[in-house]
């Protein structure tokens, strides 16, 4: 058999995985009007505590994600609506031969719609490549709590981050007009930025909350407050009537409590919730 007619190798299996989610407040109640939802991403629905919103879970039925795999969000919160939408558990992105793993969230909510996002932690194993944007379009009146924890290798496991991609982007539009863009982006060798003192000082976790809403000032100090003596790296502020807080840290778990807290601290004041966080958070 000649080269030419040698069997070619057999392209490598890519996922695209999707899901919209639509909730509506009708007669004077919040629930789910719209579900579409694709493997490998699906969505459950536990029964909320009470004074808690609609709960919608997110889960990778793959257990991660790898190069040249897609999954994209899209939820939508219409007027006076109130929904929460949270990661059942730990992203896994692996490692790459080449293509890039992409996640796509587009989160909108109307006016007097309170939506919340709160996935849990994205961990990169070394190798992977990451593409991954956020957009939050919020009407006039609406409020947005977004969040994201990114966490470089498994420490579990004594594996770094020595080399990948990771981008991450965020936009934020409040009535239409874009108020925020910020994007992070981190390609090849990864340990010098990673390491460095005007880079990430050596940080194993990164965290990023944001908040589109009223009050965010108030919010910003008790935050600022809450973490007087973290002894990871933490500020918070806000651009054009943005809250935006940042985490980095050496130690994922304690990143992760100090998330966890603040994000407490924020539905309470911001969306005037029960200050705890989902069932799910502590499994």
Not at 62 to 90: F, K, N, T, Y
Not at 181 to 200: K, Q, T, V, Y
Request: hydrophobic share 50%; no cysteine; glycine share 10%.
């Amino acid at each position: 058999m000649s080269a030419s007619t040698l069997p070619s190798e057999p392209a490598l299996a890519r996922m695209h995985g999707r899901a919209e989610l639509g909730f509506v407040r009708l007669d004077g109640a919040h629930r789910l009007g719209r579900l579409y939802q694709r493997a490998p991403l699906r969505v459950l629905f536990p029964d909320p505590a009470a004074g808690e919103p609609p709960q919608a879970a997110l889960v990778t039925t793959s257990g991660g994600l790898a190069g040249g795999d897609l999954l994209e969000l899209s939820v939508h919160a219409g007027p006076g609506a109130r929904a929460l939408v949270v990661g059942s558990a730990a992203e896994k992105i692996y490692r790459s031969t080449g293509a890039d793993t992409r996640v796509d969230v587009r989160l909108t909510a109307e006016s007097g719609a309170l939506l919340e996002y709160l996935p849990q932690e994205t961990i990169l194993f070394d190798g992977a490549r990451l593409r991954r944007a956020t957009r939050i379009d919020a009407a006039a009146g609406a409020t947005v709590l977004a969040g994201e924890i990114l966490v470089f290798g498994r420490a579990a496991r004594g594996e770094v981050l020595t080399h990948g991609l990771v981008r991450e982007t965020w936009e934020v539009r409040r009535d239409g007009r874009l108020t925020w863009a910020d994007a992070l982006h981190l390609d090849g060798a990864l340990r010098r930025p990673l390491d460095a003192a005007a880079g990430f000082a050596g940080a194993v976790a990164a965290a990023t909350l944001v908040l589109a809403g009223a009050g965010p000032q108030d919010l910003r100090d008790a935050l600022r407050a809450l973490h007087a003596d973290y002894p990871g790296r933490f500020a918070a502020g806000i651009v054009a009537g943005l809250l935006v807080a940042r985490w980095l840290d050496g130690d994922a778990q304690r990143l992760r409590a100090a998330f966890g807290d603040s994000w407490k601290i924020a539905r309470a004041m911001a969306l005037a919730l029960p200050a705890t966080l989902p069932r799910l958070w502590n499994i």
